[in-house]
């Protein structure tokens, strides 16, 4: 699908987890979060010239924060708030990515993020 896109699905991981003993997938799948995407059209072009390709997902935003901070990047966070600029290159490969993989215009949800997660989190505790 995301070849048929113009994307290549670089990597990707997958969690599991057990349920009354059974091995159960969880956790986003194929998501900008789990997976590395790299737009097909300047892929070749840019690792021929030993340059990165045009990447939809966090590793963006991963390769910022080490180019800003360095090595010690890690010790460091708690202390580093990122620039508006930087957020919204995020969103924008991130839509972007939604777009090419689902074919159709990015459409936010109507609820925000802390009203769904409320409600996933009561639906899961009904399940138990």
Same mark, same amino acid.
């Given at each position: 699908?995301?070849?048929?896109?113009?994307? #290549?699905?670089? %990597?990707?991981?997958?969690?599991?987890g057990l349920l009354n003993n059974t091995i159960i997938l969880i956790d986003?799948?194929? *998501?900008? =979060?789990?997976? $590395?995407?790299?737009?097909? =059209?300047?892929?070749?072009? /840019?690792?021929?010239?030993?340059?990165?390709? !045009?990447?939809? =997902?966090?590793?963006?935003? $991963?390769?910022?924060?080490?180019? *800003?901070?360095?090595? =010690? +990047?890690? %010790?460091?966070?708690?202390?580093?708030?990122? *620039? %508006?600029?930087?957020?919204?290159?995020?969103?924008?490969?991130?839509?972007?990515?939604?777009?090419?993989?689902?074919?159709?215009?990015?459409?936010?949800?109507?609820?925000?993020?802390? !009203? $769904?997660?409320? /409600? +996933?989190? /009561?639906?899961?505790?009904?399940? #138990?």
């Open positions: 699908v995301a070849q048929n896109r113009g994307l #290549y699905l670089v %990597d990707t991981k997958y969690e599991f986003e799948i194929h *998501t900008s =979060d789990s997976s $590395r995407f790299f737009l097909i =059209d300047d892929y070749h072009q /840019k690792m021929a010239s030993n340059a990165s390709p !045009t990447m939809l =997902d966090k590793e963006f935003l $991963r390769q910022h924060i080490l180019a *800003t901070l360095g090595p =010690d +990047a890690p %010790d460091q966070l708690q202390r580093y708030s990122l *620039t %508006d600029e930087v957020r919204i290159e995020l969103s924008e490969r991130y839509f972007r990515l939604s777009e090419q993989l689902m074919g159709r215009d990015f459409t936010p949800p109507a609820e925000g993020a802390n !009203t $769904r997660v409320e /409600k +996933a989190l /009561k639906s899961i505790l009904a399940f #138990y």
